[in-house]
């Protein structure tokens, strides 16, 4: 957890120049960051015998602007493709998850619950609803085949687990079609016995097999290479919950009914028109989206189907709004979150932290600031502890104005079988997993500025 002393302007939180590149306190751009990030780590670290073996950019060539953009290997014919699968520990054995029976998401659910993603000090643990795992899994043209697990052939036991799913990714000019894959998971009693990478040549298998080259994933940790490093903000919405379970301390010369003033929030949105999205809305906010996301440098290319599915409002998982101009009817805005708990470990008093987490947001009328404190706004209304966005797309322009503090959890972005020539700064980035990553925590409570304000 970070320092609840260090004044804001000395973290290493990006600030973007007159230019609108974005660079560091020390005046480096986060493309020079990172490579000297990674460098720094190739001096000090282990070199990565599994990711090494793999087509994805490699440490040694980052900064070599000679290698082109694009696929690093062409497709093999599918005759090649190995047809059985890997082969595993003689105690084990592949199965795969049928998502649509209530037995395989408990037990997924379970799984996960128990030995997914958690805090560096292992006080909170991503507790996906059986809901949000039924959601992330089965997005249009989804494959059974991709939701992969391995059990103990004697107990019958789910012990690790991996999933892919399609999804159609333009980076730059070229939309390719590529398998997100997430909640790569082994049980505690078998971590660090290489089991992590015969999961991952598994799905790559099946992946290949529909004739799909190409993934994009997110992790906490640093392998070869991140195309983007992102960071985690959080916004308080219940701040006397957030310090008595550890997520946030009280600043220096705050009290608690102070911190609570500085987070207040009205009681219901501001913008006239904001309201849920409905089915009807899909076919606008299609438009909407597409037309913001095609400035980034990758983004999904999202069509209705894709629209529909992930962002129209599902009970604790997702929720999306619009704005409807209460003259013309048109749809003009467009905010969304999905709901991902946290489980507090060891706490007497609490057991769930309620997280919504930003997702796909375009302003066209009102301003992003705006459209965001509504988003705020209605999250506080419907008792989330606690609103997290990453510093990709234009959020940047609302985190700080908004009292967002800077989280201690970095987000690593990477590309299977694709080569940028260089990192992208995270204001090129329009893609977000459906499921984030990294556990992060408030470094600081206070934001100095703000509370200011309030003397
Ligand atoms: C074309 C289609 C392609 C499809 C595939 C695209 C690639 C998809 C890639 C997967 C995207 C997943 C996205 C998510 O879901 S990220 C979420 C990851 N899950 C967790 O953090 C949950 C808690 N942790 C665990 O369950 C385990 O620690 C895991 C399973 C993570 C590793 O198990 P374990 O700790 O027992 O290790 P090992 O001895 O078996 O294996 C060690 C090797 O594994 C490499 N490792 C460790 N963590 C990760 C990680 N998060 N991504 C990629 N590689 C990772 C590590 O660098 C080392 O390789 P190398 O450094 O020696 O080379």
């Known amino acids: 957890m970070g320092d609840d002393t260090t004044p804001m302007g000395e973290s290493s939180v990006p600030n973007s120049n007159s230019d609108g590149n974005v660079t560091t306190e020390t005046g480096e751009s986060s493309i020079e960051a990172l490579a000297r990030r990674i460098q720094e780590s190739l001096t000090v670290e282990k070199r990565h015998k599994f990711w090494e073996t793999q087509p994805v950019g490699q440490f040694k060539d980052v900064g070599d602007g000679n290698l082109p953009e694009g696929p690093i290997e062409q497709p093999t014919p599918l005759s090649e493709v190995k047809q059985e699968p ?34 560096d000090e292992n006080m909170f643990r991503f507790n996906y609803s059986k809901d949000f795992l039924q959601w992330a899994l089965r997005p249009p043209g989804y494959y059974k085949s991709w939701h992969i697990g391995v059990r103990v052939k004697a107990s019958r036991k789910l012990v690790a687990f991996i999933t892919g799913v399609p999804a159609r990714i333009r980076v730059r000019g070229d939309v390719i079609t590529m398998a997100e894959v997430n909640f790569l998971c082994v049980h505690k009693k078998l971590r660090s016995k290489r089991l992590a990478p015969v999961m991952i040549k598994e799905v790559t298998r099946r992946v290949h097999l529909e004739n799909i080259w190409h993934a994009a994933y997110t992790a906490g940790v640093v392998i070869p290479t991140p195309i983007a490093t992102c960071q985690y903000w959080h916004r308080s919405l219940n701040p006397k919950k957030l310090i008595d379970v550890g997520f946030s301390r009280l600043g220096p010369r705050m009290t608690m009914s102070r911190t609570i003033k500085l987070y207040k929030l009205p009681d219901s949105p501001v913008t006239p028109g904001f309201r849920k999205m409905e089915l009807r809305d899909v076919p606008a906010v299609t438009r909407l989206v597409r037309g913001y996301l095609s400035q980034f440098v990758v983004a999904p290319d999202f069509d209705d189907n894709d629209v529909e599915h992930w962002l129209l409002p599902k009970e604790n998982v997702v929720d999306g709004y619009v704005v409807e101009s209460p003259v013309t009817h048109e749809i003009t805005d467009f905010c969304s979150f999905y709901t991902l708990p946290s489980t507090i470990l060891g706490n007497p008093n609490y057991s769930t932290l309620k997280a919504a987490y930003s997702y796909y947001n375009v302003a066209t009328k009102t301003s992003l600031i705006q459209l965001m404190n509504d988003a705020l706004i209605v999250a506080k209304k419907k008792d989330y502890d606690v609103f997290n966005a990453l510093d990709i797309m234009e959020n940047e322009s609302f985190l700080k104005e908004l009292k967002f503090g800077p989280g201690d959890g970095k987000l690593h972005y990477y590309l299977y079988n694709y080569r940028l020539r260089n990192p992208l700064k995270t204001s090129e980035l329009g893609l977000v997993v459906s499921a984030i990553i990294v556990v992060a925590r408030l470094q600081s409570h206070l934001l100095p500025a703000a509370a200011k304000g309030l003397r």
């Open 86 to 119: 890997y082969t595993l520990p003689e105690a084990y054995e592949w199965v795969t998850c049928d998502m649509d029976t209530k037995e395989m998401c408990d037990e997924v659910y379970k799984l996960l619950a128990n030995n997914y993603v958690e805090d």
